[in-house]
């Protein structure tokens, strides 16, 4: 995997999508640097892009679950196979974030996910308000952030404090991850809506996934711009008694999972108990 060192112009979120160790699962992450920091003179996608790129370093290696019998070819070179949860995952990337000398300061949300390929079941830790929604069930997350502080005083909420979540995963079911450019301007009825007639206009799982996420987007960037339509934004700071209208302009990004279930028969050689 090759590094972005040059964010100019990359906007402040960032994601991964990650095949497991053993294709014993999928793993996908999502984070928002938090603008702020350019007032400082520090690129907020900097240490999004890092906290990303670490944790799929780390979902490459890891196992979705422990039950994998070792890939070794010899016992010498036999690993025990172990499960990388989402929080694990989370801050292995936040402590080699702590240790990159291209991170010199920043703070970002961030959402990982994994999804086992053999039981369905889908993990998540989430800290911030990035967020994710399962059609057919869904969900909403605190505003929290990691950060990178370089500076005496700050106060920096760890991986510890991420929200975690844990679904059995149907056939047909699909996951939306997204930043807060999407949430704050696209309501869930819209993000099902979405999905809904995409899924209709057919094609390969794939083109399915990839037209999902970008309608998502479009959608959303749209949405922003627009003063005459309340917002999810603008509802929320009303609940708060600020005056805010129509959408927020922000950084959109969004991907789209979408679970597809095969069964195998069994061996006629391997006995059924």
């Known amino acids: 995997m090759k590094r ?23 793993a996908v992450g999502i984070a928002d640097g938090v603008g702020g920091w350019s007032d400082s003179g520090v690129d907020p996608g900097v240490f999004s892009q890092a906290l990303m790129y670490h944790a799929a370093r780390y979902a490459k290696r890891g196992w979705a679950d422990d039950s994998y019998p070792s ?13 990388l949860t989402p929080e694990n995952c989370l801050e292995l990337a936040f402590n080699a974030v702590l240790r990159d000398t291209l991170v010199d300061a920043g703070s970002s949300t ?7 390929a053999r039981s369905g079941l889908m993990k998540a830790a989430n800290l911030g308000d990035s967020g994710f929604m399962i059609i057919r069930n869904r969900t909403s997350n605190t505003f929290l952030q990691l950060s990178q502080m370089r500076q005496p005083g700050l106060i920096t909420d760890t991986p510890k404090d991420a929200d975690l979540y844990e679904c059995r995963l149907r056939h047909g079911d699909i996951v939306l991850c ?10 869930p009825q819209e993000l099902v809506a979405i999905s ?14 990839q037209n999902m996420a970008d309608t998502v987007v479009e959608y959303a960037m749209k949405a922003m711009h627009r003063k005459d339509r309340v917002s999810p934004f ?17 950084d959109a990004t969004a991907l789209a999972i979408l679970v ?5 028969e069994p061996s006629s050689e391997v006995p059924i108990v």
């Open 4 to 26: 972005r060192l040059n964010t100019k112009n990359s906007g402040e979120d960032s994601f991964f999508v990650q095949e497991m160790k053993d294709r014993s699962g999928v």
């Open 178 to 187: 997204y930043t807060d450019g999407v949430s704050d301007n696209v309501w």
């Open 196 to 209: 809904s007639v995409i899924t209709r206009q057919g094609g390969s799982e794939q083109e399915i996934a």
């Open 234 to 250: 603008e509802h929320a700071a009303a609940l708060e008694r600020q005056r805010w209208a129509g959408g927020k302009v922000d």
């Open 110 to 116: 961030g959402l990982i996910s994994t999804f086992n």
């Open 260 to 264: 597809s279930e095969e069964v195998h």
């Open 71 to 83: 890939s070794a070819n010899s016992p010498e070179d036999s690993v025990q196979p172990w499960e």
